[in-house]
């Protein structure tokens, strides 16, 4: 098991949130190409994270192309308080928010997506073979 934390991230955690979701449980490649097109300023970030596992992987000797992405979650980071000039020599003071990614890949070899198998009836199954006369 993988586990890679991208830390200071200036995005907030409720942003990042929607995006981490969508690849649990997807191949690490796939997830990969998936977050370089998608329209988010988070993605970018997730791209990141997911670029340093995958760099992670390849170092412990794993292969990239097993690898899944078992857990991906934001948590909040420091606030960071900065004030702007406000009317009458008053300020206004706003927030920047922080966040910390971290995704957790675990090997899964062959895995291929899901097939339905036929199901054999239980019992005998006895086959008839017509033949011409």
Partial sequence: MIKVRLNYVRHSARKLRPVLSVFVGQKL???????????????????????????????????ANDMVVSQAYATEGPRI???????????????????????????RKGSKPAVATPIAPKGKVETKIRTKK
Avoid: C, P
Wanted: avoid cysteine; charge should be positive.
């Fill in 81 to 107: 308080k900065r004030s702007r000039a406000n009317a009458r020599g008053r300020t206004n003071r706003y927030i920047k928010h922080l966040a910390h990614i971290t995704v957790m890949l675990e090997e």
């Fill in 29 to 63: 490649e796939a997830a990969i190409d998936k977050t370089s097109i998608m329209a988010q300023d988070s993605a970018l970030m997730l791209n990141k994270t997911l670029r340093m596992a995958r760099a992670a992987a390849e170092e412990k000797e794993f292969s």
